[in-house]
C-alpha cells in the first residue's frame, strides 16, 4: 500500500491518492473516442498514447483528497454518465467519475498521479493495466505488449471491487462532489460534438 501524490503539471492542484496498491484498484487502458477527445479539448496530447489510449487507475473516492489548488479544478462531460476533471490551471487531466456521486469510483488519470516521487514505476505501484478497452476506436496500431481484451474474469474481479467499495462507504468523502449539496464542485461543462470533439 502507498501514498501516491497527486499533481498537475505546474503543481498548483496537489493531493495524494492514499492505500493504492494492484489489488487496492483497478487499471486499464481506454482507447474510446471521448477519452480522445477529452485530451484533444485539453490540448494534451501526450495523455494519449500513439494508438490513442489512456491509462486509468481506477480507485475509491474516499481514498483520494486534494490538498491545495483546488480553486483550479474544473469539469467537462461529452456524456450524461461521465464527468471528466481537469486542472484547469495547466489544463492536466485528472479523473473521470460518474455524474452520481454515489457512485464508488474515481477513475484517476496517468497524468495527474505522480508515481515517479518514490523512485517506483507505475507497473511497481499500480500493477499492470488489466485490460484494453474500446480498441475498436483506435487511431493507430496497438503494441505488441498491449494490455488484453477484457475476460469475464476481470470484469467479475472489478465488480467485486466496486462492490467492496461501496459497501465499506469509501465513495464518500469525495473530492469531486460537494459534501451538503451532493453537486459536482465545478459545474460540468457540455462539450458538443461539432465544437469541441471534431
Ligand atoms: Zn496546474
Ligand atoms: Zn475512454
Given at each position: 500500500m502507498a501514498g501516491i501524490p497527486l499533481r498537475c503539471r505546474c503543481g498548483r492542484m496537489r493531493g495524494v491518492a492514499r492505500a493504492v496498491s494492484p489489488s487496492g484498484g483497478f487499471r486499464f487502458v481506454c482507447y474510446c473516442k471521448d477519452c480522445q477527445a477529452f485530451a484533444r479539448f485539453l490540448e494534451q496530447p501526450d495523455v494519449l498514447d500513439a494508438a490513442g489510449c489512456?491509462?486509468?487507475?481506477?480507485?475509491?473516492?474516499?481514498?483520494?483528497?486534494?490538498?491545495?489548488?483546488?480553486?483550479?479544478?474544473?469539469?467537462?462531460?461529452?456524456?450524461?454518465?461521465?464527468?471528466?476533471?481537469?486542472?484547469?490551471?495547466?489544463?492536466?487531466?485528472?479523473?473521470?467519475?460518474?455524474?452520481?456521486?454515489?457512485?464508488?469510483?474515481?477513475?484517476?488519470?496517468?497524468?495527474?498521479?505522480?508515481?515517479?516521487?518514490?523512485?517506483?514505476?507505475?507497473?511497481?505501484?499500480l500493477g499492470p493495466?488489466?485490460?484494453?478497452?474500446?480498441?475498436?476506436?483506435?487511431?493507430?496500431?496497438?503494441?505488441?505488449?498491449?494490455?488484453?481484451?477484457?475476460?469475464?474474469?476481470?470484469f467479475a474481479r472489478r465488480?467485486?471491487?466496486?462492490?467492496?467499495?461501496?459497501?465499506?462507504?469509501?465513495?464518500?468523502?469525495?473530492?469531486?462532489f460537494d459534501d451538503r449539496s451532493k453537486a459536482p464542485r465545478s459545474v460540468p461543462r457540455v462539450l458538443t460534438p461539432r465544437v469541441d470533439r471534431r
Open positions: 489512456t491509462d486509468i487507475f481506477q480507485m475509491p473516492p474516499g481514498h483520494v483528497t486534494f490538498t491545495a489548488g483546488l480553486d483550479a479544478q474544473r469539469c467537462v462531460r461529452l456524456s450524461r454518465k461521465v464527468l471528466r476533471w481537469y486542472a484547469n490551471c495547466c489544463r492536466t487531466p485528472i479523473a473521470n467519475t460518474a455524474a452520481d456521486p454515489r457512485f464508488p469510483v474515481a477513475a484517476l488519470i496517468h497524468s495527474i498521479m505522480d508515481c515517479a516521487t518514490d523512485g517506483r514505476s507505475r507497473d511497481a505501484l493495466p488489466l485490460c484494453r478497452i474500446y480498441e475498436h476506436s483506435a487511431i493507430g496500431s496497438l503494441p505488441s505488449n498491449a494490455a488484453p481484451p477484457p475476460s469475464l474474469r476481470v465488480a467485486t471491487k466496486v462492490l467492496g467499495w461501496w459497501i465499506r462507504g469509501l465513495a464518500r468523502p469525495n473530492p469531486f
